[in-house]
């Protein structure tokens, strides 16, 4: 029999990928999978199979954990609290995982992936940023919680995968995010010059779950981004596509980004968006490539066309 994985966050956006693709190894490669889920029935039922089991458990609740964690020989961590309540981000992100990852180390887990993410860093300008190489610099209640997270993970021997923009089916952040921004601007906007870090939410599952069982896996922290970063100019014509497919109408004028900001003055939270966009935002780093023999995936223009219809099916339902 193959390793005992415990996967949390497995109704998540990502966790789910992992979960996904665990267990479509596990039918090759002899595995254990247990799934932490604080609603078991809300799992797919494409998950729970040969080898695979759901278990009930809350990161609030160090004895759900522990019985989560028994006999397990790895940990891939997905879970976490994204925005809204700032206590509510404290006790899962930052007290949950070290609850978490005392469960396994108690269990006598052998191995700690957890799925972070590289706005820990901060708000850029960051271009061709190497690992080890950026202070900690979270800017909201989220991040800080999810470094602290980070923390209990590494001072475990743990490992730490870091991704900025993560796409791809069952997003229902970042591009519809960006098409809800580009819709409520009168034309296109020129975002500048910027570069961002980019990767498919495949690409990145398969990641977490490689560096989970990689005899090579290190521990601290990696960034996980495609290796070739993304002009701002072609992640503004994907949310362009769709948002000309959802309303079938041609657009204005291009809006450049004084115009952009001076037509959102008062709104804080596209405003933040805009300036995201316009700063690199660029994580170089390919240890996961080149040491852990993973596959970072296709490139933002082929992974975006096959997602798309997926993204269309979202929006025409929004």
Not at 240 to 266: I, K, N, Q, S, Y
């Amino acid at each position: 029999m193959g390793p005992r994985i415990l996967i949390t966050g497995a109704t998540g956006f990502i966790g789910a990928r992992v979960a996904a693709t665990a267990t479509a190894a596990s039918a090759k490669e002899p595995a254990h999978v247990r799934l932490l889920a604080r609603a078991p029935a809300a799992v797919p039922g494409e998950f729970p199979g040969p080898g695979t089991e759901t278990v009930p458990g809350d990161l609030r609740d160090p004895d759900s954990l522990r019985r989560a964690c028994e006999g397990i020989d790895v940990l891939i961590h997905c879970a976490s609290a994204i925005g809204g309540d700032a206590e509510l981000a404290r006790a899962v992100n930052d007290e949950g995982t070290r609850a978490l990852v005392d469960a396994a180390v108690s269990a006598g887990a052998t191995r700690i992936v957890s799925l972070s993410t590289a706005s820990v860093h901060g708000r850029g300008p960051f271009r061709a940023a190497a690992p080890g190489t950026l202070p900690l610099a979270p800017g909201s209640a989220t991040s800080r919680t999810r470094a602290a997270g980070d923390r209990h993970v590494m001072d475990a021997g743990g490992t730490v995968l870091r991704p900025h923009l993560v796409y791809g089916a069952g997003d229902r952040q970042v591009i519809p995010g960006l098409v809800r921004l580009l819709g409520a601007l009168p034309g296109p906007l020129d975002g500048g010059t910027s570069l961002h870090s980019l990767i498919d939410v495949d690409s990145l599952a398969g990641t977490l779950l490689g560096a989970a069982l990689s005899p090579a896996t290190a521990p601290g922290a990696y960034y996980v981004q495609h290796p070739d970063p993304v002009p701002v100019g072609e992640l503004l014509a994907a949310g362009e596509e769709l948002l000309t497919r959802r309303t079938g109408r041609g657009r204005g004028a291009v809006v450049d980004m004084a115009t952009a900001r001076a037509l959102f003055a008062g709104v804080p939270f596209a405003l933040h968006h805009l300036d995201m966009l316009a700063t690199d935002h660029w994580f170089a780093d390919d240890r996961p490539w080149r040491e852990l023999g993973c596959d970072p995936g296709p490139g933002f223009t082929a992974g975006f066309a096959n997602h798309l219809p997926w993204y269309s099916g979202l929006l025409d339902h929004s």
